[in-house]
């Protein structure tokens, strides 16, 4: 009954390759977030997808790629990896409330995916 | 400017003692939700409680209480009978629109 899942949740890879990271959420959540955490545990957002359309991309560089094939994935590709893209990559979920009301829209997280550039 | 502050990167504290972790957030628009998450040395990322800035009672769940003080931009966390696993970093977070903007975090170790 896992609400959002990561797969994988470690991965070592090489400086100039290219990978994925896939997310999951069976909450039935319409907003899908991919957020960055760096060494320095400070988390800072990557991307927010609401009903699979694309609606904040803070300044990401464009080797960074999300994908959203339905409502309850999100998936990030990440190519020509470098070392300072290392961090804890976490994939989130809420549901919007109705425009112009405060509405308690908690976010749930992934698990994370641990990513190490050698 | 920095949304949210977090001006505690360590805390100590007793067990069974109550701790308060400071978060004071900046903002322009009347509606917003405050959250704090608690993140243990496993990783991954725990709701604890959320204020709406519309509440009028400070939230409270189980040994977590959030004390909202509106005119201050404060919402800080306060954690009643500190056990062991408390221990790990706790982040202060706000939305606006829908991404949450976190804080830099405050690390809590709780002392046997």
């Known amino acids: 009954d896992t609400a959002v899942s990561q797969t994988p949740k470690y991965l070592v890879t090489q400086m100039g390759n290219d990978k994925s990271i896939k997310c999951e959420q069976n909450?039935?959540?319409?907003?899908m977030y991919w957020y960055k955490q760096d060494s320095k545990k400070f988390l800072k957002i990557m991307f927010s997808?609401?009903?699979?359309?694309?609606?904040i991309n803070e300044t990401v560089p464009n080797r960074f790629s999300p994908k959203s094939p339905d409502k309850a994935h999100l998936n990030l590709h990440i190519n020509s990896l470098e070392l300072g893209d290392s961090a804890v990559y976490f994939c989130?979920?809420?549901?919007?409330?109705?425009?112009?009301?405060?509405?308690?829209?908690?976010?749930?997280f992934g698990p994370g995916t641990r990513l190490t550039v050698l | 400017a920095q949304k949210i502050t977090q001006t505690q990167p360590g805390m100590f504290v007793q067990e069974k003692e109550a701790v308060t972790l400071d978060c004071t957030y900046d903002?322009?628009?009347?509606?917003?939700?405050l959250f704090w998450y608690k993140q243990p040395s496993s990783g991954e990322m725990i709701f604890l409680i959320y204020?709406?800035?519309?509440?009028?009672q400070n939230a409270t769940e189980g040994r977590y209480s959030l004390n909202f003080q509106k005119a201050r931009k404060s919402a800080n966390l306060v954690i009643s009978a500190s056990q062991l696993g408390d221990s790990a970093m706790y982040f202060c977070?706000?939305?606006?629109?829908?991404?949450?903007?976190f804080g830099k975090g405050t690390r809590l170790s709780v002392i046997a």
């Open positions: 989130a979920s809420s549901l919007t409330g109705l425009a112009g009301l405060p509405s308690y829209n908690e976010q749930f």
């Open positions: 909450l039935g959540h319409d907003t």
């Open positions: 997808y609401n009903n699979k359309e694309l609606i």
């Open positions: 903002t322009s628009d009347p509606s917003y939700g």
């Open positions: 204020q709406g800035s519309y509440d009028q």
């Open positions: 977070a706000m939305r606006e629109g829908t991404p949450l903007v």
